[in-house]
């Protein structure tokens, strides 16, 4: 494997951004580069079909690709909703595909509530900052990288790898990948397993780093709570009030404690960090286990158990009209298998009266916790980051994995970044502003450079 200082990044002007404590411009490293070059798209995907679209992202990748000596396909669903797919060919035909895939697409971000620019790909302080940074253009720029370090290095990785790019993930992949997966499923021919996003990266525990790989995601159900009454002047007294009745069951849902139950990977996520702390898993509860991961808790504790979240209200269009319809819209992440229960539960603790309307839908999954992938995962994470353990974990929420689950391919959350201690990663997923350091950028694209040469 080359060194990172044996790679050279593109010839470009010295980012005004990027400045050393020493007043001089600051040489980034190829990921960064590439990151902050994403960064600068703005691929807001505002949900219900409403994005700014990723064909400009997506012709950035292919450029890339090109450069490479690889032949991308790019494929629109829709008008501006480009996904990109290249076929790398191994050394070694008779081992099936490994598919390496990001999305192109962000949540949006109001940059009244941040401190720079979210779409200005800003470096100051050692870190990257803006939308996507961490989610997940910081991946995306990861694989062009390694990708770039695997050819030159070796002239072809061990193994076909199907690299993707695709659009749409923030609202659920109906445009990218379930699209992808759906009309050209020939495009993942052999492959067998995956690696993407939410997966990868480090916490610390009592003191001691360890690395969370992501073999399991909650399953996506978003659902519209509607509540019906009859319209009326709003000054008149109104026993039947939409509004009322639908507050009092958005609040009911919002403030349930769903129940802990422990699938096979949060018991054997919680058993590793008793070990690690040295501590009594039969006296020390899930939730204590769970917050005892500091920062990654956020992330952690929402895996124990469903969860069932408000993120929007409509009703009313004036203020001395009651309205006969309010509507709420609730983000449901169930555990694996449960979807139907946690449906009819929910329908239960908001009344029978309250309509549930299902929006998006979508599986959940667990992996086992073995197999030559995970072996290949751990011992290059040993080799960069010697005694660090691999744990796994159920991702809280979700990832385009979930569509190429239907072709049978096995995915896994593996982008990595040996972060510090004292840095809230999860909550920069979605949150005002995003960054990730720079030099977690370049422990990544070594660690997977090193994957992408030997698996």
Not at 131 to 153: E, F, P, T, Y
Not at 212 to 223: D, F, N, P, Y
């Amino acid at each position: 494997m080359p060194s990172i200082s044996n790679v050279h990044p593109a010839e470009k002007p010295a980012d005004p951004a990027g400045i050393s404590p020493a007043g001089h411009p600051q040489k980034l490293d190829l990921t960064a580069e590439i990151a902050r070059d994403l960064i600068r798209f703005d691929t807001t995907n505002y949900g219900a079909g409403r994005s700014n679209g990723e064909t400009e992202a997506a012709e950035y990748v292919a450029e890339k690709l090109r450069g490479l000596g690889l032949v991308p396909e790019l494929f629109d669903s829709e008008p501006g909703r480009t996904s990109v797919i290249a076929r790398v060919k191994g050394r070694d035909a008779a081992r099936p595909a490994l598919v390496v895939h990001g999305h192109l697409d962000v949540v949006p971000a109001d940059a009244a509530n941040w401190s720079v620019d979210p779409f200005g790909g800003v470096i100051k302080d050692g870190l990257l900052w803006g939308r996507g940074a961490v989610d997940m253009k910081n991946m995306d720029a990861m694989i062009l990288a390694s990708l770039q370090d695997v050819i030159n290095a070796n002239g072809a990785p061990e193994r076909d790898l199907v690299i993707a790019f695709f659009a749409d993930e923030e609202a659920g992949g109906v445009l990218g990948s379930h699209f992808l997966v759906r009309e050209h499923p020939h495009l993942f021919d052999g492959a067998t397993e995956a690696i993407s996003e939410v997966g990868g990266y480090s916490i610390t525990l009592g003191g001691q780093r360890a690395y969370l790989l992501q073999t399991g995601e909650k399953a996506l159900i978003w659902v519209k709570l509607v509540a019906r009454g009859e319209a009326g002047h709003g000054s008149r007294m109104h026993p039947n009030n939409a509004v009322t009745r639908l507050a009092e069951a958005v609040a009911k849902l919002g403030r349930y404690e769903w129940p802990i139950r422990l699938t096979d990977t949060t018991e054997q996520l919680l058993g590793e960090i008793a070990r690690i702390l040295e501590v009594d898993p039969q006296r020390v509860g899930p939730d204590e286990l769970a917050l005892a991961t500091g920062t990654a808790s956020g992330f952690i504790q929402a895996s124990l158990r469903t969860t069932t979240n408000p993120t929007g209200l409509t009703a009313g269009y004036k203020h001395n009209v009651i309205p006969d319809t309010a509507e709420a819209l609730i983000d449901i992440r169930a555990l694996p298998g449960e979807e139907d229960l946690v449906l009819s539960q929910i329908q239960e603790i908001v009344g029978a009266d309250i309509e549930i309307v299902t929006m998006h839908r979508d599986i959940g999954l667990e992996t086992e916790f073995s197999g030559p992938l995970i072996e290949a995962v751990v011992s290059t994470l040993e080799r960069h980051d010697p005694g660090a353990p691999v744990l796994p974990y159920l991702l809280s929420a979700g990832t385009d994995n979930k569509a190429l689950s239907t072709l049978g391919i096995k995915g896994y959350g593996f982008a990595p970044l040996r972060l510090p201690g004292d840095l809230d990663f999860p909550a920069m997923f979605h949150g005002v502003d995003e960054r990730v350091p720079l030099d977690a950028l370049v422990f990544g694209r070594q660690v997977l450079t090193d994957l992408l040469s030997q698996y």
